[in-house]
C-alpha cells in the first residue's frame, strides 16, 4: 500500500473563497483521484489527476469549479473555487499502485463546511 | 450499464452476532474485478478485498469471509463474531474499464453496520 497524506484534515470557509486541498503520496503512484463524499453518501469521482496534463472531469464537474494540478507522481492539489454551502462535504484523494492500478487506497479525507 | 446494489442501507446486531453484507453487481464485461471497502467513523476508506472475476473461490481472513458467485452476480460479505469495533460503513466497487484506458470504481451506495455491545 501506500501513505497518503491529505492536507487540510478540516476547514469552515466563508461563501465565494477558494480552498486548495493537497495530496502527498510517499512513494511514486500511476493514478491519483479526487472524489466527493456527501453526508450520508457513497463516493462520486470528480476527476482523475493526470501528470503532466489536464485531468479528466467527471460528467457534472468542470475545471473552472474544481482545478487540480498534479506536477509529479507523487503530488496533486484540488481547489474548489468560489465555494458555496453545497460544496460543504467530505473530498477524498486516492492513488493507484504500480502493478495493482485498480486497487485504490485512500487519505484521511478533508471535511469542508461552507458558511 | 455497470452498477453495484446494496441493498441494505443499515444493519443493526449485537456483538458476537455474525452478519452478512450484501453486494449485486451488474456489468457487461468478461474481466473485471470487485472490491470491499471499510469505512469507520474515522472517515478514512480501508480497502478490504479485490476479486477478479475468473476466481470464484471464497476467501477468509480472520473473522471475515467473502462468497462471490457469479450465476447470481453476488459478492457477499460475512464477519463472524462481529465486534464493536467493525461498525463502520462497508463499501462494495466494481472495475469498469473506459475508452481511455483507464479504470474508475463504480461504487455501491454502502451499508452502515453498527454493532453494539
Known amino acids: 500500500s501506500a501513505v497518503i497524506s491529505q492536507k487540510p484534515s478540516r476547514d469552515i470557509c466563508q461563501r465565494g473563497t477558494s480552498l486548495t486541498i493537497q495530496c502527498q503520496v510517499d512513494?511514486?503512484?500511476?493514478?491519483m483521484f479526487w472524489y466527493r463524499q456527501q453526508p450520508g453518501q457513497s463516493l462520486t469521482l470528480i476527476a482523475t489527476a493526470n501528470q503532466g496534463s489536464e485531468a479528466t472531469y467527471e460528467s457534472g464537474f468542470v475545471i473552472d469549479k474544481f482545478p487540480i494540478s498534479r506536477p509529479n507522481l507523487t503530488f496533486s492539489t484540488l481547489t474548489v473555487s468560489n465555494m458555496s454551502p453545497e460544496d460543504s462535504s467530505i473530498y477524498l484523494c486516492?492513488?493507484?499502485?504500480?502493478?495493482?492500478?485498480?486497487?485504490?487506497?485512500f487519505g484521511a479525507g478533508t471535511r469542508l463546511s461552507v458558511l | 450499464a455497470q452498477k453495484v446494489t446494496q441493498a441494505q442501507t443499515e444493519i443493526s446486531v449485537v456483538e458476537k452476532e455474525d452478519v452478512t453484507l450484501d453486494c449485486v453487481y451488474e456489468?457487461?464485461?468478461?474481466?473485471?474485478?470487485l472490491f470491499w471497502y471499510k469505512q469507520p467513523p474515522s472517515g478514512e476508506l480501508v480497502f478490504l478485498i479485490r476479486?477478479?472475476?475468473?476466481d470464484e473461490q471464497n476467501e477468509i481472513s480472520g473473522r471475515y469471509s467473502w462468497n462471490f458467485q457469479k450465476s447470481t452476480s453476488s459478492f457477499n460479505f460475512t464477519i463472524t463474531a462481529s465486534q464493536v469495533v467493525d461498525s463502520a460503513v462497508y463499501f462494495c466497487?466494481?472495475?469498469?474499464?473506459?475508452?481511455?484506458?483507464?479504470?474508475?470504481?463504480?461504487w455501491g451506495a454502502g451499508t452502515k453496520l453498527i454493532i453494539k455491545p
Open positions: 486516492s492513488v493507484g499502485l504500480w502493478g495493482a492500478k485498480n486497487i485504490q487506497y
Open positions: 512513494s511514486q503512484v500511476t493514478m
Open positions: 466497487a466494481l472495475s469498469e474499464w473506459r475508452m481511455d484506458s483507464n479504470y474508475q470504481l463504480i
Open positions: 476479486r477478479n472475476s475468473f
Open positions: 456489468t457487461r464485461d468478461t474481466t473485471y474485478y
